[in-house]
């Protein structure tokens, strides 16, 4: 298949590099309103219109934002069935020259994935599934893909999350990898009547051995519950994917590093998704599975900047005080008055010293200061600064 993005000639033969898959499915054929026929079975399900959007804003994220030099970015395969709202609102996506989301296709690259992550341990691979989501029980995932439906065995047009990820256990593969699913994760009534309805693709697996990656699946729902989106603009889960890797989800790592870490990136994901779920008056809740060791996902260039807010108290105090706040490496607030307060800026993220210079009769003080975001994306909350 073509790739969208490819950038194996940049770099050295040798390097380590990333190998995304993304898919993104909107526009079905054999369900209700699509363009074919359908199947008696197609577990009362509609036409979407977010799965796509997310999973290209998440495609151009990592095409324009994406930076790890342990693993710089190398391909990017991506296959969208988009609908008619999404390419509407989004001109880049309706020119996209990509393959769509059928079965036989989607196939073709997750074989062609799992090669190109193949050959070295310190490559990073990436899938992110996005469309109608189903499960037979609280334990597996299936994402349908266009095609779903073409036949009796409905099943066969999708991903078998678990199935492909298991198949990328290996002592030669990635061993970082990272899967986002955001679909949602109900049970449809047909599972209960029907034995075998199919089985979703799936990659080959091995026998034995130690499997000791970092290969976190990070579920947009829980079992058994829905996932959000926007119409037109994309789903919760991928709006939140993309403002945790951005900002949300950073955190200092062992080498004094601002990086977004498996672990920071679960988090981050937990809170935002809820907190987005909640302005619209829903509820979803990511569900993280798979092998979740600590691995790094995305290295700042240069810290993120967040939101702070430094409340002097009493009140008389602010209008005779003067902040300044520094770090090791620069000076974010340069005595500056202590009005309006509380005092709000953005700041790089880090650790700082907050010297408060106060007139008599108030003493002055200077204290630690820890300028870090919120996971859910919330304002900060005042770090109140009481002088005596």
């Known amino acids: 298949m073509t790739l969208w993005e490819d950038r194996t000639n940049q770099w050295p033969k040798g390097t380590p590099l990333t190998h995304a898959l993304i898919i993104g499915t909107s526009a079905y054929r054999h369900i209700s309103d699509g363009p074919e026929p359908k199947q008696n079975i197609d577990f009362g399900l509609s036409q979407v219109t977010t799965p796509c959007a997310g999973a290209f804003a998440f495609a151009k994220w990592l095409r324009d934002e ?6 710089p970015l190398g391909t990017i395969r991506l296959l969208l069935s988009p609908s008619v709202v999404e390419t509407s609102n989004d001109p880049e996506l309706a020119a996209a020259q990509v393959d769509r989301a059928l079965t036989a296709r989607v196939r073709q690259a997750l074989f062609e994935w799992h090669d190109a992550c193949d050959g070295n341990r310190d490559y990073m691979a990436m899938l992110y599934l996005s ?6 029980t609280k334990l597996d995932g299936n994402v349908l893909l266009e095609d779903f439906g073409v036949d009796p065995m409905v099943v066969d047009g999708s991903v078998d999350v678990f199935a492909v990820q298991q ?9 970082r990898q990272f899967y986002f699913i955001d679909a949602c994760r109900t049970q449809p009534d047909e599972f209960r009547n029907w034995k075998n309805l199919g089985q979703g693709l799936a990659l080959p697996e091995t026998f034995g051995g130690a499997d000791e990656r970092c290969a976190p699946i990070y579920f947009a729902a829980s079992p058994d519950a829905q996932a959000f989106g926007r119409p037109g603009d994309g789903t919760l889960f991928a709006a939140a994917l993309i403002e945790s890797l951005r900002k949300l989800a950073a955190s200092l790592d062992d080498d004094g590093r601002f990086v977004v870490s498996s672990h920071s990136l679960g988090e981050a994901l937990e809170k935002r998704v809820a907190s987005l779920a909640a ?19 995305h290295v700042y260039a240069k810290p993120p900047e967040v939101p702070i807010s430094i409340l002097v108290d009493p009140a008389q105090a602010a209008g005779v ?3 300044t706040l520094r ?3 620069s000076i974010a607030i340069d005595n500056e008055p202590a009005n309006p307060n509380p005092v709000e800026r953005t700041v790089p993220m880090g650790f700082y010293t907050l010297q ?12 630690p200061f820890n300028a870090r975001p919120r996971r859910d994306g919330s304002p900060p909350e005042p770090q109140r600064v009481v002088l005596q």
């Open 66 to 71: 994406y930076h790890n030099p342990e693993s």
């Open 167 to 175: 198949g990328m256990a290996g002592d030669t593969i990635a061993q």
């Open 327 to 329: 770090s090791y490496a």
């Open 321 to 323: 005080s003067r902040l």
């Open 279 to 297: 302005a619209h008056s829903e509820v979803q809740s990511p569900a993280p599975s798979g092998l979740m060791r600590y691995g790094v996902v």
């Open 356 to 367: 408060i210079d106060a007139s008599a009769p108030f003493v002055s003080q200077e204290l």
């Open 131 to 136: 469309g109608h989501g189903v499960q037979r």
